[in-house]
Protein backbone atom coordinates (compact mmCIF):
# COMPACT_ATOMS: atom_id res chain seq x y z
CA UNK A 1 0.00 0.00 0.00
CA UNK A 2 1.16 3.60 -0.71
CA UNK A 3 0.53 6.51 1.14
CA UNK A 4 -2.80 7.16 -0.18
CA UNK A 5 -4.58 3.50 -0.29
CA UNK A 6 -3.17 3.02 3.11
CA UNK A 7 -5.01 6.05 5.10
CA UNK A 8 -8.84 4.34 3.96
CA UNK A 9 -7.73 1.03 5.35
CA UNK A 10 -6.37 2.69 8.67
CA UNK A 11 -9.35 4.75 9.17
CA UNK A 12 -11.50 1.97 8.87
CA UNK A 13 -9.38 -0.04 11.71
CA UNK A 14 -9.36 3.43 13.35
CA UNK A 15 -13.01 3.16 13.44
CA UNK A 16 -13.70 -0.18 13.87
CA UNK A 17 -17.03 -0.80 16.25
CA UNK A 18 -15.80 -3.37 17.93
CA UNK A 19 -16.06 -3.66 22.02
CA UNK A 20 -12.28 -5.04 22.71
CA UNK A 21 -8.93 -3.49 21.94
CA UNK A 22 -7.34 -4.16 18.42
CA UNK A 23 -4.10 -3.95 17.56
CA UNK A 24 -2.42 -3.14 14.20
CA UNK A 25 1.38 -2.78 12.38
CA UNK A 26 2.27 -0.26 10.03
CA UNK A 27 5.53 -0.42 8.92
CA UNK A 28 8.07 0.96 5.63
CA UNK A 29 11.28 1.90 5.15
CA UNK A 30 11.43 5.52 5.97
CA UNK A 31 11.16 8.97 4.44
CA UNK A 32 7.68 6.85 2.88
CA UNK A 33 5.31 9.25 5.60
CA UNK A 34 3.69 6.48 7.80
CA UNK A 35 4.33 8.53 10.80
CA UNK A 36 3.31 11.99 9.86
CA UNK A 37 -0.04 9.85 8.25
CA UNK A 38 -0.13 8.08 11.70
CA UNK A 39 -0.40 11.23 13.78
CA UNK A 40 -2.67 13.33 11.91
CA UNK A 41 -5.12 10.32 12.01
CA UNK A 42 -4.49 10.20 16.02
CA UNK A 43 -4.73 13.99 16.45
CA UNK A 44 -8.35 14.11 14.90
CA UNK A 45 -9.39 11.34 16.64
CA UNK A 46 -8.13 12.69 20.16
CA UNK A 47 -5.28 9.85 20.22
CA UNK A 48 -1.82 10.12 20.90
CA UNK A 49 1.64 8.87 20.10
CA UNK A 50 3.94 6.62 21.93
CA UNK A 51 5.34 9.57 24.36
CA UNK A 52 2.65 9.18 26.56
CA UNK A 53 2.83 6.38 29.19
CA UNK A 54 1.96 2.89 28.15
CA UNK A 55 -0.32 2.28 31.13
CA UNK A 56 -2.72 5.15 29.81
CA UNK A 57 -3.96 2.56 26.61
CA UNK A 58 -6.77 0.65 28.20
CA UNK A 59 -8.19 3.32 30.00
CA UNK A 60 -8.30 6.20 27.08
CA UNK A 61 -10.17 3.52 25.05
CA UNK A 62 -12.97 2.96 27.84
CA UNK A 63 -15.53 4.94 26.38
CA UNK A 64 -15.02 4.84 22.43
CA UNK A 65 -12.63 3.42 19.70
CA UNK A 66 -9.12 5.65 20.45
CA UNK A 67 -6.06 5.34 18.28
CA UNK A 68 -2.79 5.17 19.92
CA UNK A 69 0.22 5.30 18.24
CA UNK A 70 3.78 3.53 19.29
CA UNK A 71 6.10 5.21 16.62
CA UNK A 72 9.75 3.70 15.67
CA UNK A 73 8.61 0.80 18.28
CA UNK A 74 11.61 -0.61 17.13
CA UNK A 75 13.84 1.90 18.86
CA UNK A 76 11.46 1.45 21.80
CA UNK A 77 11.95 -2.30 21.61
CA UNK A 78 15.59 -2.27 21.73
CA UNK A 79 15.35 0.09 24.82
CA UNK A 80 12.66 -2.03 26.32
CA UNK A 81 12.73 -5.73 24.88
CA UNK A 82 9.98 -7.50 27.00
CA UNK A 83 7.77 -4.73 25.57
CA UNK A 84 6.17 -6.55 22.78
CA UNK A 85 5.41 -9.39 25.61
CA UNK A 86 3.27 -6.90 27.70
CA UNK A 87 1.18 -6.11 24.76
CA UNK A 88 0.82 -8.94 23.97
CA UNK A 89 -0.69 -10.04 27.54
CA UNK A 90 -3.00 -6.91 27.09
CA UNK A 91 -4.14 -7.92 24.06
CA UNK A 92 -4.43 -11.44 25.32
CA UNK A 93 -7.92 -14.40 24.87
CA UNK A 94 -8.22 -13.13 28.99
CA UNK A 95 -8.28 -9.59 28.48
CA UNK A 96 -11.20 -10.10 25.66
CA UNK A 97 -13.69 -9.91 27.87
CA UNK A 98 -12.85 -6.99 29.00
CA UNK A 99 -14.41 -3.75 27.34
CA UNK A 100 -12.06 -1.10 25.59
CA UNK A 101 -11.28 0.35 22.91
CA UNK A 102 -7.73 1.28 22.49
CA UNK A 103 -6.79 0.93 18.69
CA UNK A 104 -2.88 0.53 19.56
CA UNK A 105 -0.44 1.03 16.29
CA UNK A 106 3.05 0.15 16.04
CA UNK A 107 4.85 1.86 13.34
CA UNK A 108 8.49 1.52 12.71
CA UNK A 109 10.69 1.72 9.56
CA UNK A 110 12.93 -1.35 10.71
CA UNK A 111 10.60 -4.20 8.38
CA UNK A 112 12.26 -6.76 9.12
CA UNK A 113 12.11 -6.30 12.83
CA UNK A 114 8.63 -5.51 12.53
CA UNK A 115 7.36 -8.91 10.19
CA UNK A 116 9.62 -11.01 13.58
CA UNK A 117 7.05 -8.87 15.71
CA UNK A 118 4.21 -11.66 14.77
CA UNK A 119 6.36 -14.76 13.04
CA UNK A 120 7.05 -18.31 14.51
CA UNK A 121 6.88 -18.00 18.66
CA UNK A 122 6.90 -14.40 18.88
CA UNK A 123 5.04 -12.49 21.43
CA UNK A 124 2.86 -10.66 19.40
CA UNK A 125 1.83 -13.91 17.15
CA UNK A 126 -1.84 -14.01 16.13
CA UNK A 127 -2.50 -10.70 18.33
CA UNK A 128 -2.83 -7.95 15.25
CA UNK A 129 -6.19 -7.19 13.68
CA UNK A 130 -4.62 -5.50 10.81
CA UNK A 131 -1.04 -5.44 8.81
CA UNK A 132 -0.03 -2.32 6.86
CA UNK A 133 3.05 -2.95 4.55
CA UNK A 134 3.70 0.88 3.39
CA UNK A 135 5.27 1.08 -0.08
CA UNK A 136 6.86 4.01 -2.08
CA UNK A 137 4.54 6.09 -4.50
CA UNK A 138 3.87 4.90 -7.82
CA UNK A 139 4.55 7.16 -10.72
CA UNK A 140 1.04 7.94 -11.26
CA UNK A 141 0.71 9.05 -7.48
CA UNK A 142 3.99 11.13 -7.41
CA UNK A 143 3.16 12.76 -10.17
CA UNK A 144 0.58 14.67 -7.46
CA UNK A 145 3.49 15.24 -5.78
CA UNK A 146 5.26 17.16 -8.72
CA UNK A 147 2.25 19.42 -9.92
CA UNK A 148 4.91 22.34 -10.71
CA UNK A 149 6.52 19.95 -13.53
CA UNK A 150 3.92 20.53 -16.58
CA UNK A 151 7.14 18.76 -18.77
CA UNK A 152 6.34 14.80 -18.88
CA UNK A 153 9.90 14.36 -20.02
CA UNK A 154 11.32 16.30 -17.19
CA UNK A 155 8.64 14.65 -14.41
CA UNK A 156 9.92 11.26 -15.90
CA UNK A 157 13.31 12.23 -14.90
CA UNK A 158 12.70 13.64 -11.79
CA UNK A 159 10.83 10.41 -10.86
CA UNK A 160 13.67 8.38 -11.62
CA UNK A 161 16.63 10.14 -9.52
CA UNK A 162 13.87 10.33 -6.68
CA UNK A 163 11.32 7.44 -6.87
CA UNK A 164 7.89 7.71 -5.40
CA UNK A 165 9.12 8.60 -1.35
CA UNK A 166 7.26 11.75 -0.61
CA UNK A 167 10.40 13.84 1.30
CA UNK A 168 12.60 12.94 -1.47
CA UNK A 169 10.73 15.33 -3.57
CA UNK A 170 9.32 17.74 -0.56
CA UNK A 171 11.54 18.41 2.61
CA UNK A 172 14.65 16.35 1.66
CA UNK A 173 15.38 18.89 -1.74
CA UNK A 174 13.69 22.00 0.24
CA UNK A 175 11.09 21.54 -2.13
CA UNK A 176 13.09 22.33 -4.77
CA UNK A 177 12.14 20.51 -8.08
CA UNK A 178 13.51 21.31 -11.77
CA UNK A 179 12.10 23.93 -13.08
CA UNK A 180 12.37 22.79 -16.90
CA UNK A 181 14.80 20.34 -18.92
CA UNK A 182 17.75 22.83 -18.81
CA UNK A 183 17.41 23.07 -14.70
CA UNK A 184 17.81 19.43 -14.05
CA UNK A 185 21.20 18.82 -14.02
CA UNK A 186 21.86 21.93 -11.26
CA UNK A 187 19.49 20.50 -9.63
CA UNK A 188 20.78 16.90 -9.28
CA UNK A 189 23.86 18.59 -8.68
CA UNK A 190 22.75 20.89 -5.93
CA UNK A 191 19.91 18.86 -4.29
CA UNK A 192 21.44 15.25 -4.80
CA UNK A 193 25.07 15.12 -5.72
CA UNK A 194 26.40 17.76 -3.97
CA UNK A 195 28.11 16.55 -0.41
CA UNK A 196 26.00 19.29 1.23
CA UNK A 197 22.63 18.10 -0.30
CA UNK A 198 20.95 15.85 2.36
CA UNK A 199 20.11 12.88 -0.29
CA UNK A 200 23.98 12.37 -0.85
CA UNK A 201 24.28 10.62 2.37
CA UNK A 202 20.54 8.95 1.94
CA UNK A 203 21.94 5.49 0.91
CA UNK A 204 24.36 5.18 4.45
CA UNK A 205 21.42 6.93 6.65
CA UNK A 206 18.89 4.34 5.46
CA UNK A 207 21.25 0.87 5.94
CA UNK A 208 22.32 2.35 9.15
CA UNK A 209 19.02 3.29 10.87
CA UNK A 210 17.93 -0.33 10.22
CA UNK A 211 18.94 -2.56 13.24
CA UNK A 212 19.07 -5.73 11.28
CA UNK A 213 21.54 -4.37 9.17
CA UNK A 214 23.81 -1.72 11.27
CA UNK A 215 24.52 -4.66 13.72
CA UNK A 216 26.38 -6.59 10.67
CA UNK A 217 28.31 -6.07 8.21
CA UNK A 218 27.10 -2.67 6.46
CA UNK A 219 30.92 -2.23 4.46
CA UNK A 220 29.45 -5.24 2.38
CA UNK A 221 25.79 -4.36 2.18
CA UNK A 222 26.96 -1.04 0.78
CA UNK A 223 28.77 -3.11 -1.54
CA UNK A 224 25.60 -5.48 -2.76
CA UNK A 225 24.20 -2.63 -3.53
CA UNK A 226 26.80 -1.20 -5.39
CA UNK A 227 27.38 -4.20 -7.64
CA UNK A 228 23.58 -4.33 -8.32
CA UNK A 229 23.20 -1.07 -9.64
CA UNK A 230 25.60 -2.09 -11.60
CA UNK A 231 24.07 -4.43 -13.63
CA UNK A 232 25.53 -7.70 -11.28
CA UNK A 233 21.91 -8.91 -10.58
CA UNK A 234 22.29 -12.53 -9.73
CA UNK A 235 24.37 -14.31 -6.74
CA UNK A 236 27.13 -15.46 -8.87
CA UNK A 237 27.26 -12.12 -10.77
CA UNK A 238 28.01 -10.52 -7.73
CA UNK A 239 30.09 -13.22 -6.37
CA UNK A 240 32.44 -12.56 -9.16
CA UNK A 241 32.11 -8.90 -8.68
CA UNK A 242 33.16 -8.62 -5.19
CA UNK A 243 35.10 -11.87 -5.31
CA UNK A 244 33.35 -13.17 -2.36
CA UNK A 245 32.08 -16.90 -2.34
CA UNK A 246 27.87 -16.98 -2.78
CA UNK A 247 27.40 -18.69 0.71
CA UNK A 248 29.16 -15.58 2.21
CA UNK A 249 26.85 -13.25 0.10
CA UNK A 250 23.49 -15.33 1.35
CA UNK A 251 23.16 -13.87 4.64
CA UNK A 252 23.36 -10.58 3.18
CA UNK A 253 21.34 -10.47 0.68
CA UNK A 254 18.45 -11.78 2.81
CA UNK A 255 19.07 -9.19 5.05
CA UNK A 256 18.73 -6.45 2.23
CA UNK A 257 15.51 -8.34 0.81
CA UNK A 258 13.46 -8.53 4.16
CA UNK A 259 14.71 -4.90 4.98
CA UNK A 260 13.24 -3.71 1.93
CA UNK A 261 16.41 -2.88 -0.28
CA UNK A 262 16.65 -5.61 -2.61
CA UNK A 263 13.52 -7.47 -4.37
CA UNK A 264 14.18 -11.63 -5.08
CA UNK A 265 12.57 -12.66 -8.39
CA UNK A 266 12.28 -16.30 -9.38
CA UNK A 267 12.25 -17.64 -12.32
CA UNK A 268 8.76 -20.23 -12.14
CA UNK A 269 9.26 -21.19 -15.66
CA UNK A 270 12.77 -22.01 -16.49
CA UNK A 271 14.35 -22.87 -13.41
CA UNK A 272 17.12 -20.27 -13.78
CA UNK A 273 19.09 -18.50 -10.16
CA UNK A 274 17.07 -15.94 -9.04
CA UNK A 275 17.73 -12.47 -9.81
CA UNK A 276 18.14 -9.72 -7.21
CA UNK A 277 16.90 -6.13 -7.81
CA UNK A 278 17.00 -3.08 -6.04
CA UNK A 279 13.94 -2.31 -4.97
CA UNK A 280 14.27 1.01 -4.55
CA UNK A 281 14.50 3.58 -7.53
CA UNK A 282 16.66 6.04 -5.94
CA UNK A 283 19.02 3.37 -5.12
CA UNK A 284 19.20 2.27 -8.58
CA UNK A 285 20.06 6.06 -9.29
CA UNK A 286 22.46 7.23 -6.40
CA UNK A 287 24.52 4.28 -5.98
CA UNK A 288 26.34 3.96 -9.37
CA UNK A 289 26.56 8.13 -9.23
CA UNK A 290 28.64 7.97 -5.71
CA UNK A 291 30.86 5.20 -7.33
CA UNK A 292 31.97 7.71 -10.28
CA UNK A 293 31.94 10.83 -8.06
CA UNK A 294 34.41 8.81 -5.63
CA UNK A 295 36.56 8.41 -8.73
CA UNK A 296 36.40 11.89 -9.91
CA UNK A 297 39.54 13.95 -9.09
CA UNK A 298 39.26 16.77 -7.23
CA UNK A 299 39.68 19.11 -10.22
CA UNK A 300 36.05 18.60 -11.19
CA UNK A 301 34.75 20.20 -8.24
CA UNK A 302 34.72 23.76 -7.48
CA UNK A 303 34.77 24.79 -4.05
CA UNK A 304 33.59 28.27 -2.59
CA UNK A 305 33.53 29.42 0.93
CA UNK A 306 33.41 26.57 2.08
CA UNK A 307 30.17 24.91 -0.53
CA UNK A 308 30.41 22.82 -3.08
CA UNK A 309 29.40 23.90 -6.83
CA UNK A 310 29.51 21.63 -9.44
CA UNK A 311 30.52 22.59 -12.91
CA UNK A 312 28.10 22.10 -15.53
CA UNK A 313 30.25 19.91 -17.69
CA UNK A 314 31.19 17.87 -14.86
CA UNK A 315 27.80 17.47 -13.64
CA UNK A 316 26.57 15.95 -17.27
CA UNK A 317 29.58 13.85 -17.09
CA UNK A 318 28.12 12.15 -14.01
CA UNK A 319 24.56 12.67 -14.41
CA UNK A 320 24.02 11.04 -17.73
CA UNK A 321 25.95 8.03 -17.15
CA UNK A 322 23.66 7.18 -14.12
CA UNK A 323 20.46 8.18 -16.01
CA UNK A 324 21.71 5.28 -18.75
CA UNK A 325 21.94 2.92 -15.87
CA UNK A 326 19.08 3.55 -14.58
CA UNK A 327 17.19 3.19 -17.68
CA UNK A 328 19.18 0.32 -18.30
CA UNK A 329 18.19 -1.81 -15.30
CA UNK A 330 15.55 0.33 -13.07
CA UNK A 331 12.02 0.00 -14.35
CA UNK A 332 11.72 3.58 -16.29
CA UNK A 333 12.48 4.24 -19.69
CA UNK A 334 13.90 7.63 -19.82
CA UNK A 335 13.70 10.09 -22.65
CA UNK A 336 17.07 11.35 -24.52
Request: proline letters at 7%.
Amino acid sequence: MDLYSARPALQRFLGSGLSRDTLALVYGRRRIGHPTLLSTLATDRGGFCWEDALQRLLALGAENSTPVILDEFGYVLESEPGLDSIIATLHGPSRRRERGGARLVLCSSAMAMMRKLTDGQAPLRGRAALGVVMQPLDYRAAAQLMAPIADLMLATRVFAVVGGVVSYATDMVDDDLPRDLDDFPRWVAERVLSPAATLHHEATTLLAEDPTLAAANQTLHHSILGVLANGAVTAGAISNRLRKPVSNLDPALKRLAAAGFVVRHKDPIRGKPPVYALADPFLQFIMPCLSRLRRCSVSAIRETHGNVAWPTSSTRMYVAPCLKNRSAHGSIALPT
